[in-house]
């Protein structure tokens, strides 16, 4: 006899959803790594080009391109946007009164 299990919808973000701490800043540290992932994709680089021009070991670029998290903060993540001609601009501003909490979010121009 099969047993059913319930599915629970999840929120929207998968570190809240694990229980990571700080999930909004994991999530925001994933989705650079994964555009700075896509950029060197779109480009055509491979793994020993991209390191060069990051100036990191190919290792850290295999790392980089499989969402190795622990591997980069984004402090680092910011620099390797800039090595690949990508501007970063930071915006800080008070939470809105329908937000519970401040929380960290990416946003990204679309690229051409």
Known sequence: M???EAIQRGS????ADIGAAHPE???ARAQVMFLIAEI?????FTQKQAAG???IPQSKVSCLMNGKLSNFSMDHLFELLNAL???VEI????KTKEEKSATTHVLQVAFS
């Open 40 to 44: 060197i994709r779109k480009q055509g």
């Open 85 to 87: 001609d990508t501007d």
């Open 12 to 15: 929207g973000n998968v570190f």
């Open 91 to 94: 915006i800080v501003k008070p």
């Open 53 to 55: 021009l990051l100036g």
């Open 25 to 27: 800043r994991v999530q």
């Open 2 to 4: 099969k047993t059913r």
